[in-house]
């Protein structure tokens, strides 16, 4: 009898949960970007430019920005050849987001030039130096949270009047991505100057969402895995050994397949996103009371997650456990 029921109630949560999966689908807002203007923070490389392009196959009137002019001519002239539109114009602009006043420049000159304010806003810009806290200067950690935290409140300070103002006028407010990190749902030794940026943002995006919703306008974090990136490359250069064990061997996933991950929550109306089925499971477990993906599916799966993060939990501290015997029976000299 016991079984029965248990069988039952298994096949009831399935049947909810897919109904639940439908819906979510079909009310979904979609990506209609065509004449709507995106602003997105680290536009020249990596998913801020892939997802430039995307955007601009949708005939989307496109604004980047990033440090280097030489990366985005180039990117401009990659964009450009895949736009919808032969007209298409994309507005580029050197920027440092650590500076709000450059921040505000650029988004000023983004809204001119399209004769449009933005209608979506990515903050993409970001960069990790892992590594030992004890071996890291503190003005390491202020200058990540500077372009990682900093640099988006800065673009989303910058853009929101105008999109007030348009939301008001055209009844369609727009929407704020922030691109998160996996490590903004989990840490571990080795990213403390990384993790506790993107926590941060975390933090930022669930005060928005709530906020913003009296203006119209959606909010979304992403929380995606490694991506094959030049700034990939370069933190492994800094990357402690045991960080390099706990992380794994885990596959690097192209820009392209990133963004349209991205592009996928943005549609379904998603406000936590994610890419990777671990970063999915690890979003589920530590959820709060932001809005869920699917609400009956992730119930049922709770239960089941729990003795995965313990163990999990486990691996990690048995790793520096022994990174840390190491150290101990490592022959001193003289």
């Known amino acids: 009898m016991a079984t029965s029921l248990w069988l039952i109630g298994a096949l009831l949560a399935s049947v909810v949960s897919v109904i639940s999966f439908a819906v979510t689908k079909l009310r979904g807002p979609g990506f209609n970007v065509e004449g709507k203007h995106v602003f997105i923070t680290g536009g020249s490389s990596g998913l801020g430019l892939a997802l430039a392009k995307k955007y601009a196959r949708q005939g ?13 001519e180039q990117s401009k002239t990659d964009i450009q050849r895949v736009c919808k539109h032969a007209d298409a114009r994309v507005f ?16 000023d000159a983004a809204n ?3 004769g449009r304010a933005t209608d979506h806003v990515v903050c993409s810009a970001g960069y990790a130096v892992p590594g030992y806290i004890v071996d890291q200067d503190v003005s390491l950690h202020k200058s990540i ?21 348009c939301s008001e006028k055209e009844g369609n ?17 080795g990213y403390s100057q990384y993790s506790a940026s993107k926590y941060a943002l975390r933090g930022l995006a669930e005060s928005l969402r709530n906020e913003l919703k009296l203006y119209g306008i959606r909010v979304s974090i992403f929380y995606p895995g490694n991506i094959d990136s030049p700034g990939y490359v370069l933190e492994n250069r800094t990357k402690p050994a ?40 690890l979003r589920v ?4 009371v932001a809005p869920r993906y699917n609400t009956m599916l ?8 729990i003795p995965i993060q313990v163990g999990f939990g486990f691996f990690m501290d048995f790793t520096v456990w022994q990174a840390k015997r190491a150290r101990e029976n490592k022959p001193k000299l003289e």
């Open 92 to 107: 580029i602009q050197s920027c440092d987001v650590t500076d709000f006043a450059s921040v505000q420049k650029a988004v």
């Open 298 to 305: 992730e119930t049922v799966m709770l239960p089941l997650l």
């Open 60 to 72: 989307a009137k496109v604004s980047i920005v990033a440090r280097g002019l030489e990366n985005l």
């Open 145 to 165: 949270m500077d372009v990682n935290y900093f640099g988006a409140l800065h673009a989303i300070k910058a853009a929101l009047p105008a999109m007030v103002q």
């Open 173 to 189: 407010g727009g929407h704020i991505v922030l691109v998160g990190s996996g490590l903004g749902l989990i840490s571990w030794v």
């Open 242 to 281: 045991e960080t390099k064990t706990i992380e794994g061997v885990s596959a690097l996933v192209q820009p392209e397949d990133v963004a349209q991950s991205l592009i996928n929550g943005m549609s379904d109306g998603q406000f936590s996103i994610t890419n990777d089925i671990m970063i999915f499971f």
């Open 285 to 288: 477990l530590s959820n709060g």
């Open 112 to 114: 001119k030039f399209h």
